[in-house]
C-alpha cells in the first residue's frame, strides 16, 4: 500500500531535549516535506527536499533541521524544543511532475502531534 | 508573493443544504496548481483535487464540484447535498509551476460544520 509513515504518532516531551520524528515514504517520490499545523494558522512549510541531499527552507524553518541521506526518509529534527514548537506536524510526498505527468498527488502522513512542556 | 486566501473560517449549514467554500489565490507564475484537502476530526488530510492552470475545466466527482476561475483567481468548492460526515476543516492549497511543485502554500482553512 502506497503510503507515507510517521512516528511517532504523539510525543510530549520537555524544553531542551533533543527529539526526532521520522518520515518515510514507499512510493518512490523525489519530493518530501514537513509542515506544522497550529490553529488560526493552517499549514506552514517547514522544510522541503527535492532529492537525496538537496533540502531547503520553507517558510518556518528556525528550530528544526532535516537530512535526506535517502529517497524514502526526511526525518525532521528538533535539536532544543522549545513551547512554541507544540504543533502538529505533517510529512509529504510527492513524485516528480517532469516524470510522473499529470498525477502529482501530495500524499500526507497520519501527522505527530508534538506537546514541549 | 504566492498567497491563498480563504475568507470563511467558519460555515455551519444543516443536512442536505448545498454549500460553497471560497479559496483565492495569488501568483506571479504561469504554471501553477491547485488543490483541496479534507481534514476531518480525525486530523488526517484527504486529497480531494489537484488542477493545473492550464486546466479550466470545472470539474465534478459526485457530490462534489469544483470551479476554476483565473479570470478571477479562484478556486471554489461546492459539496451539493451535504451530510453530516462532510463536517472536517477543508484547505485549498497553491503549488507553482516546476521548481515549486512539492512546495504547498495552504490558506488557513475553512471549518464546515453540517448540522443533521
Known amino acids: 500500500e502506497a503510503q507515507v509513515t510517521q512516528n511517532p504518532r504523539y510525543l510530549i516531551t520537555v524544553t531542551g531535549k533533543k527529539l526526532t520524528v521520522t518520515c518515510s515514504q514507499n512510493?518512490?517520490?523525489?519530493?518530501m516535506s514537513w509542515y506544522r499545523q497550529d490553529p488560526g494558522l493552517g499549514l506552514r512549510q517547514i522544510y522541503y527536499?527535492?532529492?537525496?541531499?538537496?533540502?531547503d527552507k520553507g517558510d518556518v524553518p528556525e528550530g528544526y533541521k532535516v537530512s535526506r541521506k535517502e529517497k524514502r526518509n526526511f526525518p525532521l529534527i528538533l535539536e532544543s524544543p522549545s513551547p512554541n514548537q507544540t504543533s502538529l506536524y505533517f510529512c509529504?510526498?510527492?513524485?516528480?511532475?517532469?516524470?510522473?505527468?499529470?498525477?502529482?498527488?501530495?500524499?500526507f502522513g497520519p501527522g505527530t502531534r508534538l506537546t514541549v512542556l | 508573493a504566492q498567497k491563498v486566501t480563504q475568507a470563511q473560517t467558519e460555515i455551519s449549514v444543516v443536512e442536505k443544504e448545498d454549500v460553497t467554500l471560497d479559496c483565492v489565490y495569488e501568483?506571479?507564475?504561469?504554471?501553477?496548481?491547485l488543490f483541496w484537502y479534507k481534514q476531518p476530526p480525525s486530523g488526517e488530510l484527504v486529497f480531494l483535487i489537484r488542477?493545473?492552470?492550464?486546466?479550466?475545466q470545472n470539474e465534478i466527482s459526485g457530490r462534489y464540484s469544483w470551479n476554476f476561475q483565473k479570470s478571477t483567481s479562484s478556486f471554489n468548492f461546492t459539496i451539493t447535498a451535504s451530510q453530516v460526515v462532510d463536517s472536517a476543516v477543508y484547505f485549498c492549497?497553491?503549488?507553482?509551476?516546476?521548481?515549486?511543485?512539492?512546495?504547498?502554500?495552504f490558506g488557513k482553512g475553512t471549518k464546515l460544520s453540517v448540522k443533521p
Open positions: 509529504a510526498s510527492s513524485p516528480n511532475l517532469r516524470t510522473s505527468g499529470s498525477d502529482n498527488e501530495q500524499f
Open positions: 488542477r493545473n492552470s492550464f486546466d479550466e
Open positions: 527536499s527535492m532529492n537525496v541531499e538537496v533540502t
Open positions: 501568483t506571479r507564475d504561469t504554471t501553477y496548481y
Open positions: 492549497a497553491l503549488s507553482e509551476g516546476w521548481r515549486s511543485q512539492g512546495n504547498l502554500i
Open positions: 512510493m518512490n517520490h523525489e519530493y
